[in-house]
């Protein structure tokens, strides 16, 4: 099958795949409501002021756009620090970029920035400074003439999130005890219903990001080769890796800035598209931005009724099943290469 | 279109957009909250709300409650929303609120927004005086209709507090230490109503300038100021589960005056940090804590 028809067929089954799982995050949830409302509420014939309708529209819907958005660009992330780094574990959350980003967050929450549409804007800008603060210090401290060590690389991943996370303490613990509570709950990366002005700014930042890796994705294959037989391609090395490194920064900051720092989801959806795709990554982006969205969905919807009307993180969930997956793939594919 | 068609859709507009008992009232917070008409199914995100509209007898209007609304035993009867941090949206919406009681202490701005673009009004309370929960419970009497209970639950809880207030007089203050939580130590700082309360009960808060409402503390700096009254909140009464004072760890600071003279006390952290009807309960403990000697 040439490269085209599979990307096609793969796009297709998980197109299908995604769409079920909009269905069952948009027809399951706490209040109760029948099929059939649900349907009268989407066709647009309940009233605006209808439980159905208020429900449908204005709590499921955007939650569900919000989480198939951040779901898409972390997998797409994930699939770009792999192809960068040559490394199948980086991940924007073991790269500690996610902290940083979330880092930003905080700080902007704590100088008082509001939500509105502007501010929002801001928290956005604090983030990807934040994400590429600490993807640049990863790379940094991990660049070594030759190129990138996968050893290096995690452990300046594990100490660059380390060292943001405890910029993250030092702003808890001055924080007042009232405040507390929220902050912790944004940390554990929550879905919640966004504001459409909102959404359609994550939506232009997460497809943008993804569209600038798909654009370097025949360069990413390159690479793969190593870094002085894709110079010797006429790659040029270091644009590439700056341009990819800033647009999957701008990927884990947009999704940190609008819903929360969430993990794993970056390791786990390229990892398995990966073992029936292979290695190309003109398949993997496209397909990450549709699986990951499933994925996310899948757990969100998942953390919003496993223990009803209460509601678990969604952070929590990705958490669970991609900690464990981290630990497989590092004691079984990976072992040779660590 | 005719004269009388105008007219017609001129009327029916009005109608629509001004309806007759439409109102707009202040909240705590300064905000404006504009009502169709006196609330009848409240959702009280806040439990010191909550305490207050069973206070006043207009439960009849509550519809739903947090997972922290303990108090009184009638509440629980009440569908609960989930917690304060994080309420579910989908549950409370079908409750079909026409007016929800949140706090800027404790809920998050992001439920209040989210609340804000499902166009259910939210009145903010904040209450950090005994004379703010006063108010408090005016508004809460004003927005159930329930004016008239106001006075009477008002005029127990200030003849009580003044009742306190004698009964400690002719004593010297006794330094008071309040443990919000042990480790990290939290402490009720310059904002918090415990200092308020301490200071009714006959004591001084050793913390009462420091901080916001609840700043972290050193316990050097707590142990220098020499309590003479240690009083540890007991996290395990109520829907709060987090764990009981741990007394033993604060015996061992054995050059502290309080833990010399015994003045060591645990007390029910869901009474003390509500502003409600039951302030007097708190001031009264805390009272026969900070001066056993007044209650003999």
């Known amino acids: 099958m040439s490269a085209a028809s599979r990307l096609a067929l793969a796009l297709g089954i998980l197109g299908a795949v995604l769409l079920v799982v909009i269905a069952l995050a948009l027809f399951v949830g706490s209040a109760g409501l029948s099929p059939r409302a649900v349907a009268r509420a989407l066709a647009g014939r309940a009233g605006a002021e209808s439980i159905e309708s208020i429900v449908t529209l204005q709590l499921r819907l955007p939650r569900v756009v919000a989480a198939v958005l951040a779901g898409g660009a972390l997998a797409v992330a994930g699939v770009a620090f792999q192809g960068l780094t040559r490394n199948p574990l980086a991940e924007p959350a073991v790269l500690g970029v996610s902290s940083g980003a979330a880092f930003g967050v905080v700080l902007a929450q704590i100088s008082g920035l509001q939500l509105s549409f502007l501010e929002v804007l801001g928290v956005a800008t604090f983030a990807f400074a934040g994400a590429l603060l600490a993807a640049a210090a990863v790379y940094m401290i991990a660049a070594v003439p030759g190129g990138l060590s996968i050893q290096t690389l995690l452990l300046a991943g594990v100490i660059v999130g380390i060292f943001f996370t405890s910029a993250i303490t ?66 040029d090395v270091t644009r590439l890796k700056r341009r990819v490194f800033t647009a999957a920064a701008l990927l884990t900051g947009s999704v940190v800035a609008f819903t929360g720092p969430i993990g794993f989801v970056g390791l786990v959806v390229p990892h398995v598209l990966r073992g029936i795709l292979g290695q190309d990554n003109r398949l993997l982006v496209p397909t990450a931005l549709v699986g990951g969205g499933a994925f996310l969905l899948a757990a969100d919807t998942l953390a919003r009724n496993i223990v009803a009307p209460a509601e678990l993180s969604v952070g929590v969930i990705t958490s669970f099943c991609g900690a464990p997956f981290f630990v497989y793939l590092l004691r079984t594919r990976y072992r040779a290469t660590l | 279109m005719k004269p009388a068609r105008v007219a017609a859709l001129a009327t029916l507009l009005l109608l629509v957009v001004s309806p007759a008992a439409a109102f707009t009232v202040r909240d705590m917070l300064g905000r404006e909250v504009t009502l169709a008409a006196p609330p009848q199914r409240i959702v009280s995100l ?36 989930g917690g304060m941090v994080n309420p579910n949206l989908e549950t409370l919406v079908t409750l079909k609120p026409d007016l929800v009681f949140a706090t ?25 005086r005994v004379a703010e929960t006063l108010d408090l419970i005016t508004r809460v009497g004003a927005m159930t209709e329930r004016q008239a209970e106001v006075p009477r639950v008002s005029g127990e809880m200030l003849r009580r507090i003044e009742a306190v207030r004698k009964a400690v007089a002719p004593f010297a203050r006794r330094r008071v230490l309040y443990v919000l939580w042990p480790d990290p130590l939290i402490v009720p700082g310059r904002e918090s109503m415990l200092t308020e309360l301490i200071e009714i009960a006959g004591g001084a808060s050793i913390t009462a300038t420091d901080g916001e409402a609840y700043p972290r503390f050193s316990l050097e ?41 015994g003045r060591l006390y645990s007390a029910d952290l869901s009474i003390l940090h509500r502003y409600g009807p039951r302030v007097p309960d708190g001031i009264e403990m805390l009272a026969r804590f900070i001066h056993p000697e007044a209650f003999r």
């Open chain 1, 170 to 235: 030092v702003l808890i613990s001055i924080m007042d005890y009232n405040r507390l509570g929220g902050v912790i709950y944004w940390l554990l990366g929550n879905l919640a219903p966004i504001p459409a002005t909102s959404l359609a700014l994550f939506a232009a930042l997460a497809l943008g990001g993804s569209w600038l890796i798909l654009r370097s994705a025949r360069e990413l294959n390159l690479l793969a080769l190593g870094e002085e037989a894709a110079v010797q391609l006429g790659v």
């Open chain 2, 221 to 261: 700096a707590a142990v220098a100021r020499a309590p003479e009254v240690i009083i540890l909140a007991d996290h395990s009464t109520g829907a709060s589960t987090a764990g009981r004072s741990a007394p033993d760890k604060w015996k061992r600071l054995t050059n502290v005056p309080a833990v010399q003279a």
């Open chain 2, 104 to 128: 800027d202490e404790g809920n998050r701005e992001d439920t209040v927004r989210q609340l804000a673009r499902l166009r259910i009004p939210v009145y903010l309370v904040h209450a950090n």
């Open chain 2, 46 to 81: 806040v439990p010191s709300v909550t305490e207050i509209v069973f206070a006043l007898g207009g439960e009849a209007r509550l519809v739903g409650r947090t997972d922290f609304c303990d108090y009184p035993a009638a509440a629980q009867a009440t569908p609960s929303v």
